[in-house]
């Protein structure tokens, strides 16, 4: 089970392999902390939100692989329970491939950065992001993501 906590998250796990029936919204990092303190087995998908307050849980958790501003961080005592941080946060993130990429976000119709998007109201839903995605669904970073999230499963 993949524990996400939005939907854009959740957005970018299906179109990165992972089957809708296992994913589920946790809504915030301390929340999927804590489904996965009570599970043998899970994973996580959370932002790093530098800025934020952190739980005190993720300190349970060792970086095992970096690449980029992914990390795959593991539970001390249990490496069946783990954690995808995507750094700083989702929409910044995809921006940040975007331009490695040479993809315009704009040629899109979507806002020229990270923060404009997230005040858009469910851009999940929207088809001009899901192209967007795919769009940059071939890029070194998106395909480290997709074996962390389908390698677990």
């Known amino acids: 089970?993949?524990?996400?906590?939005?939907?854009?998250?959740?957005?970018?796990?299906?179109?990165?392999?992972?089957?809708?029936?296992?994913?589920?919204?946790?809504?915030?990092?301390?929340?999927?902390?804590?489904?996965?303190r009570n599970l043998q087995a899970g994973q996580g998908m959370i932002d790093e939100d530098p800025w934020a307050p952190q739980p005190e849980e993720l300190g349970q958790y060792i970086e095992q692989e970096r690449s980029g501003d992914l990390t795959l961080r593991v539970h001390?005592?249990?490496?069946?329970?783990?954690?995808?941080?995507?750094?700083?946060?989702?929409?910044?993130?995809?921006?940040?491939?975007?331009a490695v990429c040479g993809v315009r976000p704009a040629d899109y119709g979507l806002p020229d950065t990270g923060p404009e998007l997230r005040k858009i109201p469910r851009f999940d839903k929207d088809q001009r992001f899901e192209q967007f995605v795919k769009k940059l669904a071939a890029d070194s970073a998106m395909q480290w993501l997709r074996r962390c999230l389908v390698e677990f499963r």
């Open 1 to 36: 089970m993949l524990y996400v906590e939005c939907y854009p998250d959740e957005l970018l796990a299906r179109l990165l392999g992972v089957p809708r029936r296992e994913i589920r919204h946790a809504r915030g990092k301390g929340n999927i902390l804590n489904r996965l």
């Open 76 to 98: 001390k005592k249990n490496p069946r329970k783990r954690l995808i941080v995507v750094s700083p946060r989702l929409e910044e993130w995809l921006y940040v491939r975007a």
